[in-house]
T-cell receptor, first 115, second 112 residues
Framework: AQSVTQLGSHVSVSEGALVLLRCNYS??????LFWYVQYPNQGLQLLLK??????LVKGINGFEAEFKKSETSFHLTKPSAHMSDAAEYFC?????????????FGSGTRLQVQP | NAGVTQTPKFQVLKTGQSMTLQCAQD?????MSWYRQDPGMGLRLIHY???????DQGEVPNGYNVSRSTTEDFPLRLLSAAPSQTSVYFC???????????FGPGTRLTVL
């Protein structure tokens, strides 16, 4: 069965600093990987996804993530944090060929941006 | 398109009461899912459906029932509410392929 681990339930950075949110997955076959963002009292919005092809994926709001099969990782980065990036971020995995038409989510990382 | 809609936005129940959370999508997606979100636990899958008349259990199905009579609607029923079901509930839909989920705005449920 697939699983997702997000290291760090809370991450705090200064405005303008690098954002790095960590995600490791477990899957017996190459998975599809997702990052979602949730702003306070809102639903989840897709930031970016990896399915096949280029392992460096660019998403909305300047975020990107790199699929590293050898490290089973899909870390999310942004070169320069903005105050508006403060939110909770979820990594998720889908394993093709299982018939399960839903995602498995990590426990989330809350990003705080200090002025 | 409205996307995925959920009603109600907020609900307070007493232990033992029953209720139905409504979910509808207008994107003609085959697949629909219900998740619950609890602090520190991410989103956990309750039930999902791969088409009208076909449903299956997720990781935390106990205490919840679902049915899917149409492509558009996927209601979640709480038969006898318990305080452990206090949570935020999200409905999502997806199409064949990567299982990218399109989420509704959520229902915040409190069971006293």
């Amino acid at each position: 069965a697939q699983s997702v681990t997000q290291l760090g339930s809370h991450v705090s950075v200064s405005e303008g600093a690098l954002v790095l949110l960590r995600c490791n997955y477990s899957s017996s076959v190459p998975p599809y990987l997702f990052w979602y963002v949730q702003y306070p009292n809102q639903g989840l919005q897709l930031l970016l996804k990896y399915t096949t092809g280029a392992t460096l994926v660019k998403g909305i709001n300047g975020f990107e993530a790199e699929f590293k099969k050898s490290e089973t990782s899909f870390h999310l980065t942004k070169p320069s944090a903005h105050m508006s990036d403060a939110a909770e971020y979820f990594c998720a995995v889908s394993v093709p060929g299982t018939g399960r038409r839903a995602l498995t989510f990590g426990s989330g990382t809350r990003l705080q941006v200090q002025p | 398109n409205a996307g995925v809609t959920q009603t109600p936005k907020f609900q307070v129940l007493k232990t033992g009461q029953s209720m139905t959370l409504q979910c509808a999508q207008d994107m003609n997606h085959e697949y629909m899912s219900w998740y619950r979100q609890d602090p520190g636990m991410g989103l956990r899958l309750i039930h999902y459906s791969v088409g009208a008349g076909i449903t299956d259990q997720g990781e935390v199905p106990n205490g919840y029932n679902v049915s899917r009579s149409t492509t558009e609607d996927f209601p979640l029923r709480l038969l006898s509410a318990a305080p452990s079901q206090t949570s935020v509930y999200f409905c999502a839909s997806s199409y064949a392929g990567t299982n990218e989920q399109f989420f509704g705005p959520g229902t915040r449920l409190t069971v006293l």
